[in-house]
Protein backbone atom coordinates (compact mmCIF):
# COMPACT_ATOMS: atom_id res chain seq x y z
CA UNK A 1 0.00 0.00 0.00
CA UNK A 2 1.60 2.99 -1.03
CA UNK A 3 1.27 5.97 1.29
CA UNK A 4 0.19 9.27 -0.24
CA UNK A 5 2.34 12.27 -0.52
CA UNK A 6 0.95 15.53 1.37
CA UNK A 7 0.43 18.50 -1.27
CA UNK A 8 2.78 20.96 -1.77
CA UNK A 9 1.75 24.04 0.46
CA UNK A 10 3.26 26.44 -2.08
CA UNK A 11 1.67 24.99 -5.18
CA UNK A 12 -1.12 27.06 -5.09
CA UNK A 13 -2.77 25.70 -9.06
CA UNK A 14 -5.02 23.43 -7.05
CA UNK A 15 -6.60 26.37 -5.13
CA UNK A 16 -6.80 28.17 -8.48
CA UNK A 17 -8.37 25.37 -9.95
CA UNK A 18 -11.08 24.78 -7.40
CA UNK A 19 -11.78 28.68 -7.36
CA UNK A 20 -12.42 28.27 -10.92
CA UNK A 21 -14.80 25.98 -10.44
CA UNK A 22 -16.50 28.14 -8.03
CA UNK A 23 -16.97 30.75 -10.18
CA UNK A 24 -18.05 28.49 -12.72
CA UNK A 25 -20.88 26.92 -10.35
CA UNK A 26 -21.55 30.55 -9.44
CA UNK A 27 -22.50 31.49 -13.01
CA UNK A 28 -24.19 28.30 -13.45
CA UNK A 29 -26.69 29.54 -11.42
CA UNK A 30 -26.69 32.64 -12.64
CA UNK A 31 -27.56 31.66 -16.12
CA UNK A 32 -30.10 28.93 -15.06
CA UNK A 33 -28.50 26.07 -16.49
CA UNK A 34 -30.17 23.77 -14.20
CA UNK A 35 -29.65 20.51 -15.27
CA UNK A 36 -25.48 20.84 -15.25
CA UNK A 37 -25.77 22.70 -11.80
CA UNK A 38 -27.28 19.98 -9.98
CA UNK A 39 -25.35 17.54 -12.08
CA UNK A 40 -22.43 18.97 -10.06
CA UNK A 41 -23.77 19.84 -6.90
CA UNK A 42 -25.01 15.81 -6.96
CA UNK A 43 -21.18 15.13 -7.44
CA UNK A 44 -20.25 16.87 -4.18
CA UNK A 45 -20.16 21.03 -4.89
CA UNK A 46 -21.42 22.26 -2.05
CA UNK A 47 -25.70 23.43 -2.28
CA UNK A 48 -24.79 26.60 -0.38
CA UNK A 49 -22.19 27.26 -1.95
CA UNK A 50 -21.51 31.09 -1.14
CA UNK A 51 -19.57 34.46 -3.55
CA UNK A 52 -17.72 36.57 -1.68
CA UNK A 53 -20.66 38.86 -1.03
CA UNK A 54 -22.15 35.79 0.46
CA UNK A 55 -25.00 35.23 -2.04
CA UNK A 56 -25.31 31.35 -2.65
CA UNK A 57 -26.49 29.24 -5.69
CA UNK A 58 -29.94 29.67 -4.48
CA UNK A 59 -29.57 33.38 -4.04
CA UNK A 60 -28.20 33.67 -7.41
CA UNK A 61 -30.62 31.64 -9.15
CA UNK A 62 -33.56 33.24 -7.64
CA UNK A 63 -32.33 36.67 -8.25
CA UNK A 64 -31.81 35.82 -11.75
CA UNK A 65 -35.53 34.72 -12.18
CA UNK A 66 -34.62 30.81 -12.66
CA UNK A 67 -37.15 28.98 -10.40
CA UNK A 68 -35.96 25.12 -11.88
CA UNK A 69 -32.69 26.13 -10.01
CA UNK A 70 -34.07 27.34 -6.84
CA UNK A 71 -36.32 24.20 -6.85
CA UNK A 72 -33.42 21.62 -7.76
CA UNK A 73 -31.01 23.31 -5.05
CA UNK A 74 -34.36 23.54 -2.48
CA UNK A 75 -34.93 19.37 -3.16
CA UNK A 76 -31.19 19.28 -2.47
CA UNK A 77 -30.94 20.80 0.92
CA UNK A 78 -30.08 24.41 0.08
CA UNK A 79 -31.35 27.09 2.35
CA UNK A 80 -33.92 28.76 1.46
CA UNK A 81 -33.47 31.34 4.05
CA UNK A 82 -29.62 32.16 3.48
CA UNK A 83 -28.95 35.70 3.90
CA UNK A 84 -26.32 37.62 2.05
CA UNK A 85 -23.67 40.15 3.70
CA UNK A 86 -26.43 42.98 3.21
CA UNK A 87 -28.52 40.85 4.80
CA UNK A 88 -31.11 40.05 2.06
CA UNK A 89 -32.86 36.79 1.32
CA UNK A 90 -33.61 34.73 -1.99
CA UNK A 91 -37.48 35.63 -1.36
CA UNK A 92 -36.89 39.33 -0.80
CA UNK A 93 -34.79 39.51 -4.02
CA UNK A 94 -37.65 37.50 -6.17
CA UNK A 95 -40.31 40.21 -5.18
CA UNK A 96 -37.83 43.08 -5.62
CA UNK A 97 -37.35 41.51 -8.93
CA UNK A 98 -41.12 40.49 -9.41
CA UNK A 99 -40.13 37.02 -10.15
CA UNK A 100 -43.29 35.24 -9.40
CA UNK A 101 -42.45 31.98 -10.21
CA UNK A 102 -39.34 32.37 -8.25
CA UNK A 103 -41.42 33.21 -5.53
CA UNK A 104 -43.64 30.16 -5.87
CA UNK A 105 -41.03 27.56 -5.73
CA UNK A 106 -39.75 29.52 -2.63
CA UNK A 107 -42.20 29.58 -0.64
CA UNK A 108 -43.15 26.04 -1.82
CA UNK A 109 -39.81 25.24 -0.55
CA UNK A 110 -40.51 27.12 3.27
CA UNK A 111 -39.25 30.38 2.62
CA UNK A 112 -39.98 32.73 5.01
CA UNK A 113 -41.33 36.15 4.37
CA UNK A 114 -40.17 37.49 7.45
CA UNK A 115 -36.46 36.89 6.87
CA UNK A 116 -33.86 39.23 5.93
CA UNK A 117 -33.49 43.06 5.92
CA UNK A 118 -36.38 44.45 4.14
CA UNK A 119 -38.25 41.20 4.59
CA UNK A 120 -40.27 40.02 1.49
CA UNK A 121 -43.24 40.99 3.01
CA UNK A 122 -41.72 44.38 3.65
CA UNK A 123 -40.51 44.48 -0.15
CA UNK A 124 -43.69 43.38 -1.67
CA UNK A 125 -45.63 46.28 0.23
CA UNK A 126 -43.34 48.96 -0.69
CA UNK A 127 -43.93 48.37 -4.44
CA UNK A 128 -47.80 46.88 -4.24
CA UNK A 129 -47.52 43.02 -4.41
CA UNK A 130 -48.48 40.62 -2.80
CA UNK A 131 -47.05 37.06 -1.61
Same mark, same amino acid.
Given at each position: ????? #?? =?? *? &??????? /???? !???????????????????????? #?? =?? *? &??????? /???? !??????GVVAGLAERGADVDALNDRGQSPLAGAVFKDEQEVVAALLAAGADPEAGTPTARETAAMFGRTL
Open positions: MSEQT #PA =DP *T &DLSELAD /LTEL !AHQMLDLARLGHVERLLAYVDAGV #PV =DL *T &DAQGNTL /LMLG !AYHGHA
